[in-house]
Nanobody
Framework: QVHLVESGGGMVQPGGTLRLSCAAS????????MGWYRQVPGKQRDMVAT???????NYADSVKGRFTCSIDNGKNTMYLQMNSLKPEDTALYYC??????????????WGQGTQVTVSA
């Protein structure tokens, strides 16, 4: 079992910055994919950024050049540095970790979400 706790959300003006954190605890396997996703009411949950255990990072086109995803393996914590925020970045941001191989097969876990609101 893995427990994910997001923090760092809040309200910011357009052009502002926020840094989200996702702390993982529990049985962390060596092969994983962690990611940030976001969702607005009435719409599907979309990928924002993913990072795998090999260090490869992918970003949604809408955040490239503005957001930076990173991991501190010593702290089992993933970060999302968000710069030049826009009103359309407003959403509930979720952290997810996926293990392709565990003794019980593949597993995925989600955090509870942290709200980001970008408004003047």
């Amino acid at each position: 079992q893995v427990h994910l706790v997001e923090s760092g959300g809040g309200m910011v003006q357009p052009g502002g910055t926020l840094r989200l954190s996702c702390a993982a605890s529990g049985s962390i396997f060596s092969a994983y994919v962690m990611g940030w996703y976001r969702q607005v009411p009435g719409k599907q949950r979309d990928m924002v950024a993913t990072i795998n255990s090999g260090g490869s990072i992918n970003y949604a086109d809408s955040v490239k050049g503005r957001f930076t995803c990173s991991i501190d393996n010593g702290k089992n914590t993933m970060y999302l540095q968000m710069n030049s925020l826009k009103p359309e970045d407003t959403a509930l941001y979720y952290c997810r970790i996926y293990f392709p191989m565990t003794p019980q097969g593949s597993r995925a876990y989600w955090g509870q979400g942290t709200q980001v609101t970008v408004s003047a």
